[in-house]
């Protein structure tokens, strides 16, 4: 919804456009600059940032741990005799 889109453009504003950005290098003088730290954060926050909502771990790290878990048998299979 909206309000998941302005927080989530706000992050970025925060994170990635002010001067002090660690996604920067200078100052954002050509469009290619704008895409090049867009592209950067978009990487960094959808693989590597801690999200509250996942356990404070990085979303790669929290997707292959569901998945292995998804494999994991709940229950342990007897062996036939």
Not at 39 to 51: F, G, I, P, S
Request: proline share 9%.
């Amino acid at each position: 919804d909206n309000a998941l889109a302005e927080s989530t453009i706000g992050l970025f504003k925060t994170e990635a456009i002010r001067d002090d950005s660690p996604f920067r290098t200078g100052p954002l003088k050509q469009l290619e600059d704008v895409e090049w730290v867009t592209a950067e954060w978009v990487d960094w926050y959808n693989a590597r940032r801690l999200h509250s909502t996942l356990g404070d771990v990085p979303p790669e790290e929290f997707e292959a741990a569901y998945y292995a878990d998804l494999e994991t048998p709940s229950h342990p299979v007897l062996a036939p005799a």
